[in-house]
């Protein structure tokens, strides 16, 4: 599944929005120059985000966004489908009884790849703009490393304290019997 910049970009705004959180309405130029979004492409994006009640409008000097709703009640995936953003990974449209396939059947993956869809949405729907803002997303990508190793082994680091004692001495014990392996521990 390829998230358009579409949906990618109303997600941007909508988070740059909330995390400007006042009751000042917020422009979107400035939206467009912190995130580095065109402009027009922000202003089709709003007028479908206002018609989907995510964010709403102040006219006249010193207008600009509010969000409709506080970012904890407001859901990525709420975000996503407001902008006429499909979250699906299959080429078949839902609830057809028809596949994508030329002869209108499916394809054999069509279950894996609907289920994936599913998860997706799920997945979006769990986290809030306000999850977003306050950093509370599991992942890595905030690990800047180019050495695979080293994050396994800071994945390593970060779990022995949830081992019970003897089996961190066990891994110590295998880790300084394996060749080269007695002071790599310490780099």
Same mark, same amino acid.
């Given at each position: 599944?390829?998230?358009?910049?579409?949906?990618?970009?109303?997600?941007?705004?909508?988070?740059?929005?909330?995390?400007?959180?006042?009751?000042?309405?917020?422009?979107?130029?400035?939206?467009?120059?912190?995130? =580095?979004?065109?402009?027009?492409?922000?202003?089709? +994006?709003?007028?479908?985000?206002?018609?989907?009640?995510?964010?709403?409008?102040?006219?006249?000097?010193?207008?600009?966004? +509010?969000?409709?709703?506080?970012?904890?009640?407001?859901?990525?995936?709420?975000?996503?489908?407001?902008?006429?953003?499909?979250?699906?990974?299959?080429?078949?449209?839902?609830?057809?009884?028809?596949?994508?396939?030329?002869?209108?059947?499916?394809? +054999?993956?069509?279950?894996?790849?609907?289920?994936?869809?599913?998860?997706?949405?799920?997945?979006?729907?769990?986290?809030?703009?306000?999850?977003?803002?306050?950093?509370?997303?599991?992942?890595?990508?905030?690990?800047?490393?180019?050495?695979?190793?080293?994050?396994?082994?800071?994945?390593?680091?970060?779990?022995?304290?949830?081992?019970?004692?003897?089996?961190?001495?066990?891994?110590?014990?295998?880790? =300084?019997? =394996?060749?080269?392996?007695?002071?790599?521990?310490?780099?």
């Amino acid at each position: 599944m390829k998230l358009s910049t579409k949906g990618r970009y109303a997600v941007m705004a909508m988070v740059d929005l909330a995390s400007c959180a006042s009751e000042k309405p917020v422009s979107l130029a400035d939206i467009a120059e912190r995130q =580095e979004i065109s402009l027009s492409y922000l202003e089709q +994006l709003f007028a479908k985000l206002r018609r989907g009640d995510l964010v709403r409008s102040v006219r006249g000097p010193g207008g600009g966004y +509010l969000l409709a709703h506080t970012a904890e009640e407001t859901r990525i995936s709420d975000i996503i489908l407001a902008v006429d953003e499909p979250i699906r990974a299959t080429r078949c449209m839902p609830g057809q009884p028809v596949g994508c396939r030329g002869n209108k059947t499916r394809c +054999l993956a069509h279950d894996l790849w609907e289920e994936l869809g599913n998860q997706i949405y799920l997945y979006l729907s769990s986290v809030t703009v306000a999850d977003v803002v306050g950093r509370r997303i599991l992942g890595s990508s905030g690990l800047v490393t180019h050495d695979p190793r080293a994050t396994f082994e800071a994945h390593l680091a970060a779990e022995m304290p949830k081992m019970p004692a003897a089996t961190r001495d066990e891994a110590d014990e295998a880790d =300084e019997a =394996e060749p080269g392996g007695e002071g790599r521990a310490a780099n």
